[in-house]
């Protein structure tokens, strides 16, 4: 695993969680492909599985049950599975196939795919589950992760900036989300998107190749490059999204090279902001570079379809109430008003009062604190972004809403890299380097390895 505040000055191995325990996998499929050896391990025991041979493990009495060869075998620890010989090269589809991964996790795009794994697979009981890692060196990880979070269609000034954006971000290791469970990333959302060589082009593997070492140097720290699909025409600061201290690599910035003239500041005003989420400025990320029709050429295989510039929502009292009560146990009768306390400098809200009557019908309040709460409890499937307006709607003669309607900008939580933007700019033909340092300013492109 990677080591905290350590700048590797060689190519690092690392483990990427492909199923973790919320999951709730107990049991798992694996299928061995037919152009390479593989070997499977436990205890001890080595075997050499068969090409297309595919193995159920399942938990049971605490054990790792499976079949080979059609005799059962039980496993009281770990199993790992890996090549006999190792490759230098990758390419699409190369490597074990593990069925039905969820990709979206906790989102609303979720879905179960299959995913094809290259190098070493590790099978642990975790408690009554099972969780997955795949053990892979760094580079072969970020030849996957480009076309993981965008398509393989996108030119490859837009990869080679995806690609630099992945690395520096693994490495500056700020987040450690999965470090107990012996992972140094997920492969979902919550971390970075990894599908393995399921996606795998021709040009993601050339811009890692092109990029090979390559990271953002902020203050001779490596850049905690976060990023996200569409920062609706203003990127947001970091500490809006993550209530920390200000980081000098992140700034509210246009995704333009000058400011649009109907970004009235600041965008914290609400009467500003709802002129801005009215309106359709020409940034990168924007429809007059990008048209919405056109978007699904070069997004990534489990993004959907949408307006993800701006975008419209709504949702009914009864829906809210069942939200905000499953996430955040109000025990609501109804919701009376959504007030926005704060606002960063995209719009972005991160303070947001909830007024509501209690069960017995008395008054209450309560303060979602983050971004990523307002997103979730205001939607069951997870609100595109919190940069929105609200606007309840009334019966006749009703005292409670019926319907909060929001209109919104962006979707993700705005902070560096705009994908959508940095495909716009790499259509315009922009480089990987310009790319980078528009997204992340005051930083340095260094290849360190």
């Known amino acids: 695993m990677l080591e905290p505040s350590l700048i590797p000055n060689s190519e690092p191995t690392i483990d990427v969680g492909i199923i973790l325990p919320e999951d709730a996998y107990t049991s798992l499929a694996v299928v061995v492909p037919n152009d390479q050896d593989y070997q499977l391990e436990f205890s001890g025991k080595s075997f ?14 605490n054990q790792i049950i499976f ?23 990758l390419k699409q589809g190369q490597g074990l196939t593990l069925k039905n991964v969820i990709a979206g996790r906790a989102f609303h795009w979720k879905k ?45 000034a837009l990869l080679e900036a995806q690609t630099i954006a992945a690395r520096s971000w ?12 012996g992972m140094d990333v997920c492969n979902d959302d919550c971390c970075q998107r990894y599908q393995g060589t399921t996606f795998l082009s021709e040009s993601s593997v050339k811009a890692a190749q092109n990029t090979f070492g390559q990271v953002l140097l902020i203050q001779n720290e490596i ?10 025409g203003v990127m947001e600061a970091f500490e809006t999204i993550w209530q920390t201290k200000a ?29 801005w989420v009215e309106s359709v400025p020409k940034t990168f990320c924007s429809p007059h570079v990008i048209p919405e029709e056109k978007l699904s050429l070069y997004l990534g295989k489990v993004d959907e379809s949408g307006h993800y510039f701006r975008w419209q929502e709504q949702i009914d009292q009864k829906t809210l109430i069942k939200n905000l009560n499953r996430h955040f146990s109000l025990e609501a009768s109804a919701i ?49 972004s919190s940069a929105f307006t609200i606007e309840p709607q009334f019966t006749q003669k009703g005292k409670i809403p019926d319907v909060f309607k929001f209109k919104g900008a962006g979707w993700g939580h705005g902070v560096g890299l705009c994908q959508i933007g940095a495909l716009g700019m790499s259509l315009l033909g922009y480089s990987s380097k310009e790319i980078v340092l528009h997204y992340y300013p005051n930083s340095q492109l260094k290849r360190i390895y």
């Open 336 to 384: 009376q008003e959504l007030f926005v306390l704060n606002r960063g400098g995209s719009g972005r809200i991160n303070r947001l009062k909830i007024v509501y009557l209690d069960k017995s019908g008395q008054q209450r309040e309560f303060v979602l604190k983050s971004e990523y709460d307002i997103r979730l409890g205001l939607h069951p499937s997870f609100l595109y």
């Open 112 to 156: 179960y795919i299959n995913v094809t794994l290259p190098e070493t697979i590790i099978i642990r009981r975790y408690q009554d589950n099972l969780i997955v890692i795949n053990e892979l060196p760094l580079e072969k990880y970020l030849m996957c992760v480009a076309t993981s979070e965008m398509g393989p269609k996108c030119p490859i």
């Open 48 to 61: 050499l599985l068969d090409p297309q041979e595919e193995i159920f493990f399942k938990i049971y009495e």
């Open 223 to 232: 850049c905690d490059a976060r990023y996200s699909k569409s920062c609706g």
């Open 247 to 275: 980081q000098p690599c992140f700034k509210v910035k246009a995704d333009a090279e000058k400011d649009p003239p109907e970004w009235q500041k600041p965008l914290s005003d609400e009467k500003n902001f709802a002129k």
């Open 67 to 89: 079949k080979i060869k059609g005799i059962q075998y039980s496993a009281p620890g770990e199993i790992r599975i890996f090549p006999v010989f190792k490759t230098d090269s």
């Open 170 to 181: 693994l490495l500056a290791n700020v987040e450690q989300k999965h470090s107990q469970l």
